[in-house]
């Protein structure tokens, strides 16, 4: 009897051999997880409540693939020659051990966008910061474990502008026997949200940088990597979604767009939001969506009771507050039902069904963006805590935004006045440096690779919403902030109007923060902090700078190593807008950075 129930127990935790196939990895466990295996079953007699976390494999090769869309093909960077690359799916609790091989003459580096990373930084990702890329012809395993954490999240290239191509989604399951805090839906199913170049976007921001202008801008949105019926030469790479009456699906939204925030919706449909960036929320009904570069949510869509005989455009297009040129394009999927019976299904065409088209806010509302924004709150269950820091150790206040670096001699520079664009945190326009900081930090090399003194606070303040200042130009530097280790802190960020005001998503690596309050014009350190939500903020790891106001967020700094703090508008990262913060090894043995793997890539 125990055999038969430890085969049937051990078969359950495998995958099925065609979702082996499908997601292009294996996730059979090594040969010594068996031995493993027989001895935690055994263990399970007197334990009824057995952690079944497994370790899943995949090999990630990034290879060339020549893909078509809008008429155009191009020979572009894939990873397993899919885009947008495989899925990668687990349950929390779960190891992952994923081989990254190199084929293309690109440097490569993965980032795994909001796995927390728990004493595993060499695993992050993010190039010249926590590793050294993978050149040409090399390989690197990315191991770490998923700690508290279920939901949707997303993998992509870190380095220059190679995530145009390399991303794809990661779906973190409950642990097992552990049900959703809503309502189990019928089927689970991703979406998202990309950009289409018909150039190289290598090229691209390779001359932007050489001219000190803005780059081009994409030439198409996609949804799934289709850009949709809207755009030419472009109607049989659609996104369909088919659906059955009455039923409730699950979709999992990622914006894994370059530079672009999107408004989403279903036409004539609602959907309810049930969580954002893998964790859980309030659920609450909205018609339209927002979602900036970076972030993820997962709604429920309830169809329609009957066959509506009708299809519904699902539609994005940009929320875009700042001054330069932008794509200013709908990408659209449709939502299909299944016709009810086989009967009908033989004469039906949907040629001849009526098409219906969602409203999306204008291109610069704000408003919308910022009332969206206030629904989200934090699940703050008994099962699900909102373990916002009450107390702070240290407070920041960064300012963010655009400015400029002279023009080279001997150059003309496409910049504003002649000049190059620039972007800065706290006026400082981060250099990134040719040895990996973590490896600087962790050997004790810091020295000619970067400085422990980032300003807590801008140097000169002024009005940080008002007119701009007549000098528009930053600093460039190298300049990190050390923390020691369980430091809670209060950070406020604030947009600057330097160069137009614009929103700015903020992306941490390595934590969650908890977004405690935000609002416009310049933060008022007074008056603000005493409207701040201590009690069910929401929990993220991007989050977006009002165009023209602030965010604050609060974070406790558990989590040992160097971490990233960038804008995910990837045209503003490469111009400098980002940091690192370095959190100190604790005093036991768990609280230490563990020491690097014998793989990790040199420079």
Not at 154 to 177: D, F, Q
Not at 201 to 211: D, F, G, L, W, Y
Not at 337 to 364: A, C, G, I, M
Not at 464 to 476: D, F, I, R
């Amino acid at each position: 009897m125990c055999q038969k129930r430890a085969a049937s127990f051990f078969s359950s935790l495998l995958p099925k051999k065609k979702h082996i196939r499908k997601m292009g990895a294996s996730l059979l466990p090594p040969p010594a997880f068996l031995a493993v295996f027989l001895f935690s079953f055994v263990t399970l007699s007197f334990n009824p409540e057995p952690a079944l976390a497994i370790t899943r494999h995949y090999k990630f090769d990034v290879v060339l693939q020549n893909v078509t869309r809008l008429c155009h093909t191009k020979s572009m960077v894939t990873v397993n020659g899919k885009f947008p690359g495989p899925r990668i799916v687990a349950r929390e609790g779960d190891r992952l051990v994923i081989r990254v091989v190199n084929h293309v003459q690109n440097n490569i580096s993965i980032h795994w966008h909001g796995i927390r990373q728990l004493r595993s930084g060499w695993a992050d990702g993010p190039a010249y910061v926590t590793q050294c890329p993978i050149q040409t012809g090399q390989s690197y395993v990315y191991n770490y474990t998923i700690v508290g954490q279920r939901g949707t999240l997303w993998w992509h290239a870190h380095i220059s502008w190679l995530r145009s191509t390399l991303y794809g989604p990661i779906i973190l399951l409950p642990k097992r026997g552990t049900p959703y805090p809503f309502a189990k839906p019928y089927k689970e199913v991703p979406i998202i949200f990309g950009e289409w170049f018909n150039a190289d976007p290598e090229a691209i921001i390779s001359q932007a940088m050489q001219t000190g202008g803005g780059p081009n801008v994409s030439d198409a949105y996609t949804i799934n990597g289709l850009p949709g019926p809207l755009y030419n030469c472009s109607a049989k790479d659609t996104f369909k979604l088919k659906v059955k009456p009455g039923k409730t699906y699950l979709l999992r939204m990622i914006n894994a767009a370059l530079n672009d925030e999107l408004f989403f919706s279903i036409a004539n449909h609602t959907v309810t939001v049930v969580d954002v960036d893998a964790v859980y929320v309030k659920p609450f009904e909205a018609e339209t969506l927002l979602i900036t570069p970076g972030q993820t949510t997962n709604v429920l869509l309830k169809t329609k009771p009957d066959y509506p005989n009708a299809q519904f455009f699902m539609s994005a297009r940009p929320y875009a507050t700042g001054q330069g040129t932008f794509d200013n394009s709908t990408v659209a999927g449709i939502l299909e039902y299944e016709v009810p019976n086989k009967t009908s299904q033989s004469n039906h065409s949907t040629k001849n069904l009526p098409l219906y088209k969602p409203n999306l806010p204008p291109l610069n509302d704000t408003s919308f963006a910022t009332n969206f924004s206030s629904k989200l709150r934090s699940l703050a269950s008994a099962d699900f805590p909102a373990n916002v820091p009450q107390k702070v150790d240290r407070q920041f206040f960064f300012t963010v935004g655009l400015g400029t670096n002279p023009c080279s001699k001997n150059q003309t520079c496409q910049g504003p006045n002649g000049t190059r664009f620039a972007a800065s945190v706290n006026n400082i326009s981060f250099v990134m440096p040719t040895t990996a900081l973590l490896q600087a930090h962790h050997f004790g090399q810091s020295k000619g690779v970067y400085s422990p003194y980032f300003p807590i606070s801008p140097l000169i303040p002024f009005n940080y919403t008002g007119t701009p200042p007549n000098n528009t130009m930053v600093s460039n530097g190298t300049k990190l902030v050390v923390l020691p280790f369980n430091t809670s802190v209060e950070l406020i960020m604030q947009d600057t109007s330097i160069l137009g005001a614009e929103s700015h998503p903020l992306h941490l690596h390595g934590f969650n923060f908890f977004v405690v309050g935000q609002g416009f014009g310049n933060f008022d350190p007074s008056k603000d902090p005493a409207n701040f939500n201590l009690v069910d903020p929401v929990e993220r790891n991007t989050v977006g700078v009002p165009s023209g106001g602030w965010v604050a967020i609060r974070f406790l700094a558990d989590n040992p190593g160097v971490w990233f703090m960038h804008c995910h508008l990837e045209v503003h990262t490469s111009w400098g807008l980002k940091m690192a913060w370095v959190v100190l090894d604790g005093k036991l043995p768990n609280q230490k950075l563990l020491p690097p793997p014998a793989d990790l890539p040199k420079c």
